[in-house]
T-cell receptor
């Protein structure tokens, strides 16, 4: 069945450090891939998405590239800020139309 | 424009009681989803409505859970005879058409606590 495997957290980084959160997936067909973010005390919101192989999603300095050959959608940011502290969820949506989420990775950025 | 809204934001109930959770999707969105976010299980799909089609109930954990969507808009998730393991944040999302490439927009959730 469809599933997402996400890097376990928590992750703690200093401000301006480079961030990578790994995400790999298993799916039949050609899913769309998403990163959602949940800031403290707030609801789940879309960070970026990619709907086909080799697409790159980007937003707020974050990027992720849909790699079909490695079934991956790793999230990266070149220089994190304290305001990026949140829980990040990788997700896929395939033919079933509901999202399958990874377990979430808590990121804490310290000044 | 207005996003997805859910009510109540918090609900505390006693074991064995029934609860109703409400979701107002974004106007014009034909697809509506319910998910549950709990400590032990992460984010789980519960049920999906698309237009006038029969809902996809494949994620409902037991027959104590049901949902309806009236008039293709507002949805109500009902949990009968609540149990402590039902304690979680219940999230509603909507999307334009339900297509695999559509973005799902989430509401703020209802935090349910079963004592």
């Amino acid at each position: 069945g469809d599933s997402v495997t996400q890097m376990e957290g928590p992750v703690t980084l200093s401000e301006e450090a480079f961030l990578t959160i790994n995400c790999t997936y298993t799916a039949t067909g050609y899913p769309s891939l998403f990163w959602y973010v949940q800031y403290p005390g707030e609801g789940l919101q879309l960070l970026l998405k990619a709907t086909k192989a080799d697409d790159k999603g980007s937003n707020k300095g974050f990027e992720a590239t849909y790699r079909k050959e490695t079934t991956s959608f790793h999230l990266e940011k070149g220089s994190v800020q304290v305001s990026d502290s949140a829980v990040y969820f990788c997700a896929l949506q395939a033919g079933a139309n509901n999202l399958f989420f990874g377990t979430g990775t808590r990121l804490t950025v310290i000044p | 424009g207005a996003g997805v809204s859910q009510s109540p934001s918090n609900k505390v109930t006693e074991k064995g009681k029934d609860v109703e959770l409400r979701c107002d999707p974004i106007s014009g969105h034909t697809a509506l989803y319910w998910y549950r976010q709990s400590l032990g299980q992460g984010l789980e799909f519960l049920i999906y409505f698309q237009g006038n089609s029969a809902p996809d109930k494949s994620g409902l954990p037991s027959d104590r859970f049901s949902a309806e969507r009236t008039g293709g808009s507002v949805s109500t998730l009902t949990i009968q005879r609540t149990q402590q393991e039902d304690s979680a944040v219940y999230l509603c999302a909507s999307s334009t058409t339900g297509a695999g490439t559509d973005t799902q927009y989430f509401g703020p959730g209802t935090r349910l606590t079963v004592l």
